[in-house]
């Protein structure tokens, strides 16, 4: 059965880092793009970023441009998502999704002082 | 930026059609995919590719385009579809991806 289980999510203050991890299971990871998606709180989905199948090509959404940071590691089988300069908008459940067909639990961001 | 414009509810009473539109620019040339949100849950997809269903999808979940429309049309909508919807699509160039901004349907 295929799995994706996040973490790393947490309180941080504004302008700190985050890493965010998806570990991905029951399926051959390296066969699929990845996306992290979020969601603020009583709010819509946001796509954040995507990365195709051996990393080589990335994408972001303009609000986290030049902070966020998507890599992968296909011999760990493992998603990341690090996040630089945080604001307090960017409080909310952070997703992976695996070519956005399944979809993990999630994991909270909350940046505030 | 690219957007994707849906209606912000629909309201259907059990067995009828609920239709949910997707409005964006780019829908002509890039595929629609729709996903289905109860609440404190995550997403799950209920279409692919403007039209596929997904293994377990009941087949009361329809897809379809015309132009720069996508629907997602649910055929006897029960109790249990009462969720919010989002579209999902990306601009021309498939650098810019976006969810529209959700519909919540209600079925009572």
């Known amino acids: 059965e295929e799995q994706l289980v996040e973490s790393g999510g947490g309180l941080v203050q504004p302008g700190g880092s985050l890493r965010l991890s998806c570990a991905a299971s029951?399926?051959?990871?390296?066969?699929?793009?990845m996306s992290w998606v979020r969601q603020a709180p009583g709010k819509g989905l946001e796509w954040v970023a995507n990365i195709n199948q051996d990393g080589s090509e990335k994408s972001y959404a303009d609000p986290v441009q030049g902070r966020f940071t998507i890599s992968r590691d296909n011999a760990k089988n493992f998603l990341y998502l690090q996040m630089d300069s945080l604001r307090a908008e960017d409080t909310a459940v952070y997703y992976c999704?695996?070519?956005?067909?399944?979809w993990g639990q999630g994991t909270l961001v909350t940046v505030s002082s | 930026s690219y957007e994707l414009t849906q209606p912000p509810s629909v309201s259907v009473s059990p067995g009828q059609t609920a239709r949910i539109t997707c409005s964006g620019d780019?829908?002509?040339?890039?595929?629609a995919y729709w996903y289905q949100q109860k609440s404190g849950q995550a997403p799950v997809l209920v279409i692919y590719?403007?039209?596929k269903r997904p293994s377990g999808i009941p087949e009361r979940f329809s897809g379809s385009g015309s132009g720069t429309v996508a629907t997602l049309t649910i055929s006897g909508a029960q109790v249990e579809d009462e969720a919010d919807y989002y579209c999902?699509?990306?601009?021309?160039?498939?650098?810019?991806?976006?969810f529209g901004g959700g519909t919540k349907l209600t079925v009572l």
């Open positions: 999704a695996s070519s956005l067909s399944d």
């Open positions: 999902y699509s990306t601009d021309t160039s498939g650098d810019q991806a976006v």
């Open positions: 029951g399926f051959i990871f390296s066969n699929y793009w």
């Open positions: 590719e403007d039209n």
């Open positions: 780019a829908l002509p040339k890039k595929y």
